[in-house]
């Protein structure tokens, strides 16, 4: 994906779990799409500094990096979604790309990518973005409105309710 791609994924993604969680569409909907989107849009952008520096894909695209983000809040008190706009950026680059990333550098320098990716300049560059942020809004979904009733669910049976 190119940073067009990347930074609209981050938009849409943050419209559509702003509204996952707040669905009113008032004021505090809108308070919370801006409070998600604009970290998640600087982290959706971080991976491609390394084209500065570097081995493009390579050194800011991999795992260690992402854990680093997810630990972040736990260790300094913000910063607490810029490492879903990191993780979009590789689910994009991964799913949505031909080349993929190399997920466990600099321990292990092979990419790893989907058979469905196109190329970045490829008129189906944005087609792909957008199936690929609807299968994130899916997921989102998923997690916001199932995971708790799973757990109610499981709470209820080993209660014996």
């Known amino acids: 994906m190119n940073k067009k791609g990347h930074v609209l994924n981050a938009v849409l993604l943050s419209i559509g779990v702003g509204y996952l969680l707040e669905p009113v569409g008032d004021m505090e909907t809108f308070r919370t799409i801006v409070m998600i989107g604009v970290p998640v849009t600087l982290g959706a952008l971080f991976p ?41 950026h590789y689910v994009l680059d991964i799913s949505g790309s031909k080349r993929g990333i190399a997920l466990f550098y600099p321990l292990w320098k092979e990419e790893f990518g989907l058979p469905i990716g196109v190329a970045v300049s490829s008129k189906r560059a944005d087609l792909m973005m957008v199936i690929v942020t609807v299968g994130e809004l899916a997921l989102a979904a998923a997690l916001v409105f199932e995971v708790p009733r799973w757990g109610f669910e499981m709470g209820r049976q080993l209660l014996g309710l």
Do not use: Q
Not at 63 to 80: D, H, Q, R, T
């Open 48 to 88: 491609d500094v390394d084209t500065a520096f570097g081995k493009h894909r390579k050194t800011l695209h991999n795992l260690p990096i992402l854990i680093g983000f997810v630990a972040f809040p736990y260790v300094f008190g913000n910063l607490e979604y810029v490492w879903i706009g990191v993780l979009t």
